[in-house]
Nanobody, 125 residues
């Protein structure tokens, strides 16, 4: 009964910042790969950032230098700090988790077992 709940989305102007949070339950007994994806209606979910089970971090080229993924293991919470937001960052952002290492599959949405409900991010020009 894994549960992931995202929060922190909203509407901002280009250049602004948002911090997304993902509260996780049901993973206290194992190491996991956790990632952030985003999706526009009619498009495939795109991998944005992830923290693998070995602690390594990965980012999509489009967000490097602007987004930072982090986690608080004690609180079972994953974060995504988004700075210098652009209109192309607009989308529904999802938190995902998989028990084990993702490796090179961190950006593949089919690899993850569990998903949150999503939180909307809208960036206006």
């Amino acid at each position: 009964q894994v549960r992931l709940v995202e929060s922190g989305g909203g509407s901002v102007q280009a250049g602004g910042s948002l911090r997304l949070s993902c509260a996780a339950s049901g993973y206290g007994y194992s190491r996991t790969c956790m990632g952030w994806f985003r999706q526009v209606a009619g498009k495939k979910r795109e991998g944005v950032a992830a923290i693998d089970s070995d602690g390594s971090k990965n980012y999509a080229d489009s967000v490097k230098g602007r987004f930072t993924v982090s986690q608080d293991n004690a609180k079972n919470t994953l974060y995504l700090q988004m700075n210098s937001l652009k209109p192309e960052d607009t989308g529904m952002y999802y938190c995902a988790a998989d028990r084990g290492r993702c490796g090179t599959y961190w950006r593949s949405d089919a690899w993850y077992n569990d998903w949150g409900q999503g939180t909307q991010v809208t960036v206006s020009s």
